[in-house]
């Protein structure tokens, strides 16, 4: 069993293949928290609880006679507030007699195969129990009687762990959760380099590392969606970790609203990360025999650096997060309107696109924006899902018939969550939207948020689909999400409740996405917010794919693709050819490769020279599907800290296969040019396919590969394909 509680001691030790994590239940059943990093067989840890000498502004605890210890200066595993620890808290509760002070120590604990979902939210899952064991500690405040159950699940083979929250109150009285993270981690130094991933629409996910400074640092959202501004990544790695050595703890949330993670260095160097839901903009109010549940955290661990850490996420998510049909099943290749036409389109352009498209091989056509109402730009109709037939120039199934009939899928395009002011729906129902009494509403891009948390609201948007989608042939979707929330009130909870807006909105959203999962379960859903917005782990669990940037520039999309690596599989990142400025169509495409790939551009324009690159670009698409999307992903050259190349390759799981790719940013000042290779088996021999040449795995790892005479021009890139012998 990877988890093995050791009685005597009194110590939890959660070992995956390559990790552990060590807990004990000290004196006055303090959860303390003794070790997480490369696998250890001990169990004999009980030293690591004392961490330093501390003065009297560090309180102790009156009953433990051991002058060692203070709650403020110890290694704790799920801290409450006002008790001693000056940290910041993992949770603090509002209690029936108006103080916070909230103290959750051991009190009982379950071990045992297999893996709890969480009631309403997205999570890590598995196809059997044999997969992952789960730990279970209760925790209780023994004056309130709140209760904390902290949930661990160890993934053995893939070196992960999950853990999540749930507050239950087996009380009389009601009380405020007024913050609960999902996670809490204390280490013991603060030497560490903090990576997170930061941008703004059109440039999403850079990646930022910085090293820790005492006190508190972090990053968060509170725009209502993970957000393209920053992701619920981070990861704590030693101060001389690289892509390929060194420490790395990841750390994602499963979660598409307000996040936080926090880190605190304290005055005695340790360092705490704790992640969950933002609590500048959260609130619950917790009735008796009620509980609340927070979101999940994944935890990664990697003694191998920086890559080796986000190749276990990219398991871990292609395997325990994507569902459905089209998880392990090759997606069809598509063509979106958007960029070629925006709303200005008729059904006889969309069948012209998919014409073209079927004779360049692409295999499905994606309608876009302003299909229905009177929707012709972004000033109206979200939430007249109706049909415009007049603008597509008859019925919608007409229109699908045709699509299909020259041998394409069809998918269309939505924004469920959405509502224009200039709509029959906002006439209708002024109330729908979330806004709070006497307050201007703000407005983003025309449009107002529907209020998620109501139950009518959902059930009439997802019926209003449904009559679209059940008589319809749609073989995809495309969920989009085009602003931030603004105004965050519900017109039907009472005032004490409107604090949790946020976090209901959002239970809306993945109730309605899950409905839709399960009415179309043969739908391939694609999720978008103005690109990439919202491209987090919660997503993923509905649409194995998310539109990763509306910036399609190559040269950008390398950032982009590099930042979302990190931790998101390429078999998730939505990314295609367009007709935008930079670079030819070769690097465009073995940009997009990275990716889902399609075209979202006008394919009547292609010259035949074009269209012959295209063909051939679709063929290798096919070509190289597997290696790409079930292999794994080695990152050789970052754009983060090159300015002249970036490379990256896929390798199979079984070492057979890899395909090389490096893209020029800029004309490099150093034209000798040697790309060392990662991942290969050093004792296999690889086939360059282009030229013939044969070379070992070991040589192409340790010289590299000699590319001293490639043509590097701004904007040129090439691809490298080896095959073992
Ligand atoms: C967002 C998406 C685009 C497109 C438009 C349509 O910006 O990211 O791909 O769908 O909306 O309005």
Same mark, same amino acid.
């Given at each position: 069993?990877?988890?093995?509680?050791?009685?005597?001691?009194?110590?939890?030790?959660?070992?995956?293949?390559?990790?552990?994590?060590?807990?004990?239940?000290?004196?006055?059943?303090?959860?303390?928290?003794?070790?997480?990093?490369?696998?250890?067989?001990?169990?004999?840890?009980?030293?690591?609880?004392?961490?330093?000498?501390?003065?009297?502004?560090?309180?102790?605890?009156?009953?433990?006679?051991?002058?060692?210890?203070?709650?403020?200066?110890?290694?704790?595993?799920?801290?409450?507030?006002?008790?001693?620890?000056?940290?910041?808290?993992?949770?603090?509760?509002? /209690?029936?007699?108006?103080?916070?002070?909230?103290?959750?120590?051991?009190?009982?604990?379950?071990?045992?195969?297999?893996?709890?979902?969480?009631?309403?939210?997205?999570?890590?899952?598995?196809?059997?129990?044999?997969?992952?064991?789960?730990?279970?500690?209760?925790?209780?405040?023994?004056?309130?009687?709140?209760?904390?159950?902290?949930?661990?699940?160890?993934?053995?083979?893939?070196?992960?762990?999950?853990?999540?929250?749930?507050?239950?109150?087996?009380?009389?009285?009601?009380?405020?959760?007024?913050?609960?993270?999902?996670?809490?981690?204390?280490?013991?130094?603060?030497?560490?380099?903090?990576?997170?991933?930061?941008?703004?629409?059109?440039?999403?996910?850079?990646?930022?590392?910085?090293?820790?400074?005492?006190?508190?640092?972090?990053?968060?959202?509170?725009?209502?969606?993970?957000?393209?501004?920053? /992701?619920?990544?981070?990861?704590?790695?030693?101060?001389?970790?690289?892509?390929?050595?060194?420490?790395?703890?990841?750390?994602?949330?499963?979660?598409?609203?307000?996040?936080?993670?926090?880190?605190?260095?304290?005055?005695?160097?340790?360092?705490?990360?704790?992640?969950?839901?933002?609590?500048?903009?959260?609130?619950?109010?917790?009735?008796?025999?009620?509980?609340?549940?927070?979101?999940?955290?994944?935890?990664?661990?990697?003694?191998?650096?920086?890559?080796?850490?986000?190749?276990?996420?990219?398991?871990?998510?292609?395997?325990?997060?994507?569902?459905?049909?089209?998880?392990?099943?090759?997606?069809?290749?598509?063509?979106?309107?958007?960029?070629?036409?925006?709303?200005?389109?008729?059904?006889?352009?969309?069948?012209?696109?998919?014409?073209?498209?079927? !004779?360049?091989?692409?295999?499905?056509?994606?309608?876009?924006?302003?299909?229905?109402?009177?929707?012709?730009?972004?000033?109206?109709?979200?939430?007249?899902?109706?049909?415009?037939?007049?603008?597509?120039?008859?019925?919608?199934?007409?229109?699908?018939?045709?699509?299909?009939?020259?041998?394409?899928?069809?998918?269309?395009?939505?924004?469920? !969550?959405?509502?224009?002011?200039?709509? /029959?729906?906002?006439?209708?129902?002024?109330?729908?939207?979330?806004?709070?009494?006497?307050?201007?509403?703000?407005?983003?891009?025309?449009?107002?948020?529907?209020?998620?948390?109501?139950?009518?609201?959902?059930?009439?948007?997802?019926?209003?689909?449904?009559?679209?989608?059940?008589?319809?042939?749609?073989?995809?979707?495309?969920?989009?999400?085009?602003? /931030?929330?603004?105004?965050?009130?519900?017109?039907?909870?009472?005032?004490?409740?409107?604090?949790?807006?946020?976090?209901?909105?959002?239970?809306?959203?993945?109730?309605?996405?899950?409905?839709?999962?399960?009415?179309?379960?043969?739908?391939?859903?694609?999720?978008?917010?103005?690109?990439?917005?919202?491209?987090?782990?919660?997503?993923?669990?509905?649409?194995?794919?998310?539109?990763?940037?509306?910036?399609?520039?190559?040269?950008?999309?390398?950032?982009?693709?590099?930042?979302?690596?990190?931790?998101?599989?390429?078999?998730?990142?939505?990314?295609?050819?367009?007709?935008?400025?930079?670079?030819?169509?070769?690097?465009?495409?073995?940009?997009?490769?990275?990716?889902?790939?399609?075209?979202?551009?006008?394919?009547?324009?292609?010259?035949?020279?074009?269209?012959?690159?295209?063909?051939?670009?679709?063929?290798?698409?096919?070509?190289?599907?597997?290696?790409?999307?079930?292999?794994?992903?080695?990152?050789?050259?970052?754009?983060?800290?090159?300015?002249?190349?970036?490379?990256?390759?896929?390798?199979?799981?079984?070492?057979?296969?890899?395909?090389?790719?490096?893209?020029?940013?800029?004309?490099?000042?150093?034209?000798?040019?040697?790309?060392?290779?990662?991942?290969?088996?050093?004792?296999?021999?690889?086939?360059?396919?282009?030229?013939? !040449?044969?070379?070992?795995?070991?040589?192409?790892?340790?010289?590299?590969?000699?590319?001293?005479?490639?043509?590097?021009?701004?904007?040129?890139?090439?691809?490298?394909?080896?095959?073992?012998?």
């Amino acid at each position: 069993m990877p988890i093995l509680f050791d009685s005597e001691k009194r110590i939890f030790k959660l070992d995956t293949s390559t990790s552990s994590y060590v807990i004990q239940i000290f004196e006055q059943e303090y959860l303390a928290h003794l070790y997480y990093g490369a696998k250890i067989p001990d169990t004999n840890l009980s030293a690591f609880i004392f961490r330093s000498p501390f003065a009297s502004f560090s309180p102790n605890n009156i009953n433990i006679d051991d002058w060692r210890f203070s709650p403020d200066v110890c290694p704790l595993e799920y801290q409450g507030e006002g008790c001693g620890d000056f940290r910041i808290s993992a949770v603090a509760i509002k /209690n029936a007699d108006g103080n916070n002070v909230t103290d959750m120590r051991y009190k009982s604990h379950k071990i045992y195969s297999g893996k709890p979902s969480i009631q309403g939210m997205p999570s890590l899952y598995l196809e059997d129990d044999s997969e992952a064991s789960t730990l279970e500690i209760l925790t209780e405040d023994s004056v309130t009687g709140i209760q904390a159950v902290l949930y661990y699940t160890v993934f053995e083979k893939l070196g992960a762990m999950t853990r999540s929250t749930k507050i239950v109150n087996p009380t009389d009285k009601t009380v405020d959760i007024e913050k609960v993270y999902s996670c809490s981690v204390d280490f013991v130094t603060h030497d560490y380099d903090l990576l997170t991933l930061y941008g703004k629409w059109g440039k999403e996910r850079n990646l930022e590392r910085r090293a820790l400074a005492h006190g508190r640092q972090g990053v968060s959202s509170k725009r209502g969606s993970s957000s393209h501004f920053q /992701n619920p990544f981070a990861a704590l790695v030693d101060s001389d970790t690289t892509e390929d050595f060194g420490n790395a703890y990841g750390f994602n949330l499963i979660y598409s609203s307000n996040f936080a993670v926090d880190v605190e260095v304290d005055g005695y160097g340790g360092t705490r990360l704790l992640m969950g839901i933002n609590p500048e903009t959260f609130g619950w109010k917790l009735e008796s025999g009620c509980s609340f549940s927070a979101p999940e955290a994944v935890m990664v661990y990697s003694a191998n650096g920086i890559g080796d850490m986000s190749r276990t996420f990219h398991k871990l998510y292609a395997k325990h997060l994507v569902r459905g049909k089209w998880k392990n099943i090759k997606r069809p290749l598509l063509i979106n309107n958007w960029e070629a036409t925006g709303m200005d389109f008729d059904g006889d352009t969309i069948v012209s696109f998919a014409a073209k498209a079927k !004779e360049l091989g692409i295999e499905m056509l994606v309608m876009d924006d302003g299909w229905f109402g009177y929707r012709n730009d972004d000033r109206s109709s979200l939430g007249d899902w109706q049909v415009n037939e007049e603008k597509l120039g008859g019925t919608l199934a007409n229109l699908i018939e045709r699509i299909n009939a020259l041998g394409l899928k069809f998918g269309i395009w939505y924004e469920p !969550e959405m509502i224009s002011r200039d709509s /029959n729906l906002y006439r209708a129902h002024p109330d729908w939207c979330l806004h709070v009494p006497n307050r201007e509403k703000s407005i983003g891009r025309h449009q107002y948020v529907l209020d998620y948390s109501r139950q009518d609201v959902r059930d009439y948007i997802f019926n209003e689909m449904y009559k679209v989608l059940s008589v319809n042939k749609v073989d995809y979707l495309k969920w989009d999400f085009n602003r /931030n929330l603004t105004e965050v009130g519900s017109a039907i909870l009472p005032a004490d409740r409107q604090k949790e807006v946020f976090h209901r909105y959002v239970l809306g959203t993945y109730e309605v996405m899950d409905r839709l999962t399960k009415a179309f379960p043969d739908m391939l859903i694609e999720n978008c917010s103005g690109g990439g917005g919202r491209f987090d782990p919660a997503m993923l669990y509905y649409s194995p794919q998310i539109w990763t940037s509306d910036n399609t520039d190559p040269i950008e999309r390398l950032m982009i693709q590099f930042g979302t690596s990190m931790c998101y599989p390429a078999s998730t990142m939505g990314a295609h050819v367009s007709a935008c400025r930079r670079t030819g169509y070769e690097t465009k495409g073995n940009v997009a490769l990275w990716g889902t790939f399609g075209y979202e551009l006008n394919p009547n324009k292609y010259t035949e020279e074009d269209a012959e690159l295209v063909r051939a670009q679709v063929a290798e698409y096919h070509k190289y599907y597997d290696v790409i999307h079930f292999g794994e992903l080695y990152r050789l050259i970052s754009p983060f800290d090159n300015a002249y190349r970036a490379a990256w390759m896929f390798v199979a799981e079984d070492k057979s296969e890899a395909l090389v790719t490096s893209v020029v940013m800029r004309e490099p000042y150093d034209k000798a040019f040697c790309l060392k290779l990662k991942g290969l088996d050093p004792e296999k021999y690889y086939r360059d396919e282009e030229t013939g !040449e044969i070379y070992s795995g070991a040589l192409l790892m340790n010289a590299g590969l000699c590319l001293t005479w490639t043509d590097e021009h701004d904007g040129k890139s090439f691809k490298k394909y080896f095959k073992a012998i």
